[in-house]
Every structure is written in C-alpha cells, then in structure tokens.
C-alpha cells in the first residue's frame, strides 16, 4: 500500500504503478536519503516533537536499513514506488509504530529535494577530483614534451608554430575554470530545503537551521515555495558538465585528428584502440571519439531538465522526478570521460621530432618577417603587405620563406638583410617570443610550474 494510500477506496492501478514508481533511478541516492532522514529525525528529538526513546529506535533501524540496502538484502521493487517510500516502508516493518513519526513535518517534495542536493555536492567533489586528475596528466605530459614543437592552427589551417607543453597547458587553464565553476556551483548546491514541508512550512515547531547543520550544509533556503519547486543549481550542475564534456570533446577531436596517417602526430598504446572487423591495417581512435560522441548525452540531459521545467507552475509537480535521470546521466558520464580522457593521454605518444623540421622555413613564420619590418620601422599594416608579397613570390617559385634568396627578398624590401634568415626556423620563432603567456620556452617553464603548484 502506497504511503498517501487512505483517501482512495482503490488500490493504484499496477500499470500506473509502474509508469509512475522511479525506485529504479532514484535508489542510487539511498544513501543521502538516509542520511538527510537522521537530520531530520535528530531535529524533531531536539525540538521535542518526537520523543528521544523514539528517535533513537528510528536511527537505529535506519542505520540497519542502509546496511541492508548496500548488502543487497533489501531489494529494490518497483511496488515501492520510490526510494523514500521503501525506506519508510522497511522502517514500519522493522519497529512498528514508532517509524511512523519520521515523516513529521515533512514531505516527500522537500526530502527528494534534499536527497538531490546531497547527491550534487557529493558529486562536485568526485567531479573536481577527476578534474584535477586530468590536469594533472596533462601537465605530465607538457613537462615530458616540453621542447617539442607542433604547428599551431587557426581555421585547422597552419598559423605559427607553438610547443605542445603550450598548447596542453590551455586545457590545463580551461579545466581549471571548470573547477572554479563547480566551487561555486557547490556553495548554491549546499543550502538545505528540508523543513519546506510540502510547499507551505509547518505548523510544527521545526528548526530548520538545525538539521542543515547536521548535514553540514551553509545554511538553508528560506522560501519554503522556492525549496520545493526550483531546479535551477541542477540545471547549473548539468549544464557545467556539459563545458566539461565541450572541453573533453575538443581534447578527443584533436587526439582523433593527430592520430591519423596525415598527421601521424599521436601514438595510442594498443590497449587503448580498436581494430576493423574487415580491414586487417586498422588501429582505431575509439576511446576519444566515444568521448566527443558522449557529448550528446549530456547536452542532451541539460535540454532535457530545462524542457522539464519550463512551464512548471510552482510549487513541486510530478513532471519533476524526471530530473534524476538527467542529473545522473550528465555527471556519470562527465566523471566516465573525465577519467576515460585522463588514462587515454596516458597510455598515447606523440612523436617528439613530427613538426619542428617540417616547420623550418615553413610560411607559417611569415609573421616573425613581419615583426623584424616593425622592428625595423615599418608600419605593421605595410609590413604585413611586404611579406605578402614575400609568400606569394615563394608560391609561385614554389619554394620554403628560407629559400627565397636574399636578392630576392630586397626587391621586395631594402629593410630585408641576410639577418632575417636566423629567424626562419620553427625554434627561433618560439624564443623569439617575449610576451607574457606566449609560447616561448621561458614562458611555457612559468606556465608549468604556476599549473603544478595551482593544482598540487
Ligand atoms: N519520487 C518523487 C520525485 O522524485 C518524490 C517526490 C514525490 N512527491 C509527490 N508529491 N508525489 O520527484
């Protein structure tokens, strides 16, 4: 029998039952709902609402309940309907009477409400931890390739070359404004609505403040409307996992794109691709495509809870139990490719001499001859036609910037002297960098060690 069962003359219909019951999402939070019931059985004994004989037998027997839910002795049944729902029910079974005083001043609109919270904040952790984690290779993995040059691109077309140390410690800074977000999604997270009742508050003398400090909670949401009915720091945490997955699926683009036979930048260990089932030569990019294909997941579950909430009258609606579904599927699969794109990094190489010989000479140091023209007087815009005018005589001459010959740069330029040539490798373009946060070895080694400290 449903726990509101007494007004109706029927028992639910078993098919409404089983579209409606959501024990089998909801029971992964068995946990915080236990948790958050202590919280609120203490506060009720603290308030004198419940007597501390009473309350002692209902802590107990959730104590045992939660020891029977993680020993798989208490099933999950759909006939429960929800998490909340068995645990109470199993509390009735195991003393009697005595359980029925748990749910005063309380409903379920608020307790899933808190059950939720729970959940996140125990998730944020997880999801900064991994996030660390992947900082953390990452900035390995510069500190193992630290001299090697890559071609740096813009519109994937060759643009000026940059070391990889560089270009991995940007997704170093990029995860560290995730972290940064989550932090401060966790302090909206952390604020209890336990005590809302159902919609209303309570005619009962709760101390709401009280039971979130048991839970170690800053404090609580005072609207009890606003507690029960909103979803908001929810859709702020998918839709953070979601930038997650945006910056995850950039990296797996990219370890997609060096892997391949044009590039043949990035080596995976074989136990980290595929082969074909039909041509015998394939080492597939499986695990960082299956990263970038996760995105749709998860973006999938933000649009998801946005569309469930926005034509929601307030306060709780049934429409609402959709969220967990969303809530689970964004941050499981945000901590999966989190720690799936950490271990793929891992176990890839990347060959140390692929870029900077190739790039010797290469038009993509066309503008290090620009700014020796600005060093030398000319105005940027002129300069920047001279050496226009240098990459189209090469293209038509078919030919590398160092090949061009001397006379040859003159014709264009008198500003032009044998001194520009030491400029036209990959490694000078690096060094020759000076400003702050550029790609020079100098300031890669500041970068790198500002990042190993930051994420220590
Ligand atoms: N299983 C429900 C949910 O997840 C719990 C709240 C039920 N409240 C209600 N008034 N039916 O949303």
């Known amino acids: 029998m449903a726990l509101w069962n007494s007004r109706f003359k029927k028992a639910l219909n078993e098919i409404v039952l089983k579209f409606s019951a959501s024990i089998d999402i909801d029971w992964k939070m068995f946990n915080e709902d236990i948790d958050g019931s202590k919280a609120h059985i203490l506060m009720l004994v603290k308030q004198k609402i419940v007597s501390a004989k009473d309350g002692k037998a209902i802590i107990k027997a959730l104590d045992e309940i939660r020891k029977e839910i993680s020993s798989g002795i208490l099933k999950f049944d759909w006939h429960k309907e929800d998490i909340h729902s068995l645990i109470e029910e199993r509390l009735v079974e195991k003393i009697g009477e005595r359980g029925k005083r748990l749910h005063t001043a309380r409903s379920r609109n608020d307790q899933i409400a808190l059950d939720e919270r729970l959940y996140m904040r125990k998730e944020i952790l997880q999801l900064v931890k991994l996030t660390r984690v992947l900082q953390k290779t990452l900035l390995k993995k510069a500190e193992q390739y630290k001299e090697t040059i890559i071609s740096g691109y813009t519109h994937l077309q060759r643009a000026q070359p940059v070391l990889f140390a560089h270009h991995l410690i940007a997704y170093v800074s990029m995860l560290d404004r ?150 689970f599927q964004a941050v499981d699969t945000a901590k999966d490719c989190l720690n799936l794109t950490s271990e793929l990094l891992k176990h890839t190489s990347f060959d140390k001499n692929k870029f900077e010989k190739a790039l010797d000479g290469d038009f993509s140091l066309s503008t290090e001859l620009v700014d020796y023209l600005v060093r030398k007087n000319v105005p940027f815009r002129q300069a920047h036609n001279l050496v226009g005018a240098v990459v189209a005589n090469c293209v038509e001459k078919n030919i590398k910037l160092n090949e061009l010959t001397l006379k040859d740069y003159q014709k264009i330029s008198q500003k032009f002297d044998k001194d520009l040539f030491k400029l036209l490798t990959s490694r000078s373009s690096i060094n020759n960098k000076i400003s702050q946060g550029s790609t020079s070895s100098k300031e890669v080694e500041k970068q790198l060690k500002y990042w190993v400290n930051k994420t220590k």
């Open 178 to 327: 995730d972290v940064d977000r989550m932090n401060d999604c966790l302090k909206r997270v952390n604020i209890s609505p336990l005590g809302a009742a159902a919609l209303a508050g309570t005619t009962l003398p709760i101390d709401r403040r009280y039971s979130a400090k048991l839970l170690n909670m800053n404090g609580i949401i005072e609207n009890s409307l606003d507690a029960v009915s909103d979803r908001d720091v929810m859709i702020e945490l998918i839709s953070l996992c979601s930038i997650i997955m945006m910056h995850l699926s950039r990296i797996s683009e990219e370890l997609v794109l060096w892997s391949s036979q044009e590039f043949s930048f990035a080596k995976f260990d074989d136990s980290f691709a595929t082969g074909s089932s039909l041509m015998p030569q394939k080492k597939n990019p499986d695990v960082a495509e299956l990263i970038r294909g996760k995105v749709g997941r998860v973006y999938g579950s933000l649009v998801g809870l946005l569309t469930i909430m926005k034509g929601l009258p307030l306060a709780y609606n049934r429409d609402m139990q959709e969220d967990k579904v969303h809530l």
